[in-house]
């Protein structure tokens, strides 16, 4: 699944990560997909199912 760069972000910020926002802006790409980039996501604190998930629920990524 795809999902929008500004999405994970979003959710960097709500996570209260911003120590990892500027990063994640710099190496991920303006479309990521939760399984080929799920190490850089977890690098990020982030839970590649679980963002997925997320940005389903939202619409916010194509299949």
Do not use: C, R, T, Y
């Not at 972000?9 to 303006?30: F, N």
């Amino acid at each position: 699944m795809q999902i929008d760069k500004n999405f994970i972000i979003s959710e960097l910020e709500k996570q209260g990560k911003s120590e990892h926002v500027q990063k994640a802006l710099a190496e991920l790409p303006d479309k990521v997909d939760h399984e080929q980039h799920a190490q850089m996501l977890e690098k990020f604190g982030l839970d590649p199912g679980k963002l997925a998930a997320d940005a389903a629920k939202k619409g916010l990524s194509s299949l």
